[in-house]
């Protein structure tokens, strides 16, 4: 069999300015870790030998059809702005129309140096590499929108990094488009109206066909981000690196770093190593999307017809924002607690079993998965504590039909815990990937119970706790 993709390439269309064409650069000894079979049936991509998969999404090989090009985008990073960053390590491939018509991005990411490299040497190690693959995949299975993993490739070449020299590799991403808030940026900051507005009508035409002016855009990819945002939330997932260029304006879930899910719940949990002041910590996150659309916004104004009526304009939009983000976070986490459809008198029951989880240090994913499994109380440092929640919950609960069902659908058992995934890595780098398909395929039905996996409900013991994640980068 030989691979065949059915490129459709539109990015690569637009004027030069939004990025550098260059192939990826070959690796030393390409070898397949994994690929995604069912995703690429789903993107209409015949597939091929191992070898050849190998050669193609190791970079050493730009399949037929393709248009490989490096993306130019901006960002601020950590609230800094850097009018110049882009793909520095990756490379666009081009798109395919997946057999429900979706565009998508086929993506290498840790394929080489780029223009847009900076300092840095444009490769992936395999840790990174095998960690956005199972995150992305699990994610995606819990229902949240998110960039897939459609290849994972050994290059056969040492990536150096602060433990040393490390396996390389390269992760073929696949996303509805990279379009970033960044990306407007870095034509904002360069008061490059004209590529502006050829921006803004792509991305309409991709992803928002219905909106009529940037106004309505904005409005439209708010919306997406307030769910997406309190999606995470609700399956306890921490980003790490909520920079304005890692934030999609597809609304998906993109740039997986030194993220991290938590086990223990507490608010304003941390993982990532460069995050020492906690701006994305975990209920920090509703504030970040917020601040990551006022982006998005002035960059937008100066394609209304009346930039101060356009202020005021886009300024309510945005203002409007945490309230939709907590409206939707209150319809997932009432979902979570068994209530079909939570009003606003039900928070306070919410925000009463999560005020109780943090002060006694339950698990986060365990004790929402018992409350219809049983035993959540057991979560609890002390359980007469939870107790006194589920009185309350109880007599609400009395006014809900099939709670047991919607809590089962809404809280999944299995997540891609951090030790399982520094084990599995850990494993990967000594050769052995059985533990990085096994987290695979449990993941890929989180909200099932699957015999001979329990061990991957259980948090951390103390020796096994993950303090800090890294970009790895
Ligand atoms: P990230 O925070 O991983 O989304 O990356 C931020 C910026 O740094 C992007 O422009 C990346 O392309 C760039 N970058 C990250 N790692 C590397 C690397 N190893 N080599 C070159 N550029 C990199
Ligand atoms: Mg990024």
Redesign the pocket.
């Known amino acids: 069999m030989t691979l065949s993709i059915p490129f459709d390439n539109s990015y690569a269309k637009l004027p030069p300015k939004f990025y550098a064409r260059l192939d990826p650069m070959p690796v030393r000894q390409p070898r397949l870790i994994r690929f995604n079979e069912a995703l690429a049936e789903d993107l209409g991509i015949m597939s091929g030998d191992s070898s050849e998969l190998a050669e193609v999404f190791g970079g050493n090989r730009p399949p037929h059809g393709a248009a490989p090009l490096a993306q130019a985008y901006a960002g601020h990073?950590f609230g800094g702005f850097s009018p110049q960053?882009?793909?520095?390590?990756?490379n666009l491939l081009g798109e395919v129309v997946d057999r429900d018509g979706r565009r998508r991005d086929i993506h290498l990411k840790g394929s080489g140096?780029t223009p847009?490299?900076?300092m840095?040497?444009?490769?992936?190690w395999l840790g990174p590499v095998l960690r956005e693959y199972v995150v992305s995949e699990a994610m995606h299975a819990m229902g949240v929108p998110t960039s897939r993993a459609l290849a994972a490739v050994a290059t056969g070449e040492p990536v150096y990094r602060e433990n040393g020299a490390m396996p390389g590799a390269v992760l073929t991403r696949v996303a509805s488009s990279h379009i970033r808030v960044g990306t407007f940026q870095f034509f904002a900051a360069r008061r490059d109206t004209e590529s502006l507005k050829a921006l803004f009508e792509y991305t309409r035409d991709r992803h928002y066909p219905d909106c009529a002016d940037p106004a309505e855009l904005l409005q439209a990819a708010i919306a997406r981000q307030a769910g997406l945002v309190a999606q995470w939330m609700a399956v306890g997932f921490i980003h790490g690196?909520m920079?304005t260029?890692?934030t999609a304006l597809s609304g998906e879930t993109i740039?997986y770093?030194p993220c991290a899910f938590m086990d223990v719940y507490h608010p304003v949990t941390v993982f990532s190593s460069i995050d020492a002041h906690g701006r994305y910590a975990y209920d920090n996150q509703a504030n970040v999307i917020v601040w990551n659309m006022a982006q998005l916004a002035s960059c937008l104004v100066s394609l209304m017809p009346d930039e101060n009526v356009a202020v005021e304009e886009f300024t309510r939009i945005v203002h409007d924002m945490p309230a939709q983000i907590e409206a939707e976070r209150l319809r997932l986490f009432g979902r979570k607690i068994g209530l079909a459809s939570p009003g606003q008198e039900d928070a306070a029951l919410v925000d009463g079993l999560l005020e109780a989880m943090a002060a006694q240090q339950a698990d986060f994913t365990n004790t929402f998965r018992a409350l219809a499994t049983g035993g959540a109380r057991d979560e609890f440092t002390d359980p007469t504590v939870f107790d006194k929640w589920a009185e309350g919950w109880q007599q609400r609960l009395a006014q809900e039909t099939g709670s047991t069902e919607r809590m089962l659908a809404a809280n999944p058992a299995y997540i891609p815990r951090n030790h399982r995934i520094e084990q599995m890595i850990a494993a990967a780098v000594a050769g052995d990937h059985a533990p990085f398909e096994r987290l695979l395929a449990v993941l890929q039905n989180p909200y099932e119970t699957q015999d001979g996996a329990e061990d991957l409900t259980r948090p951390p013991e103390p020796s096994e706790v993950v303090h800090q994640t890294f970009?790895g980068?």
């Open positions: 990073q960053l882009g793909d520095g390590r990756a140096p847009y490299s900076r840095g040497d444009g490769r992936a690196v920079n260029d890692n740039d770093g970009c980068t």
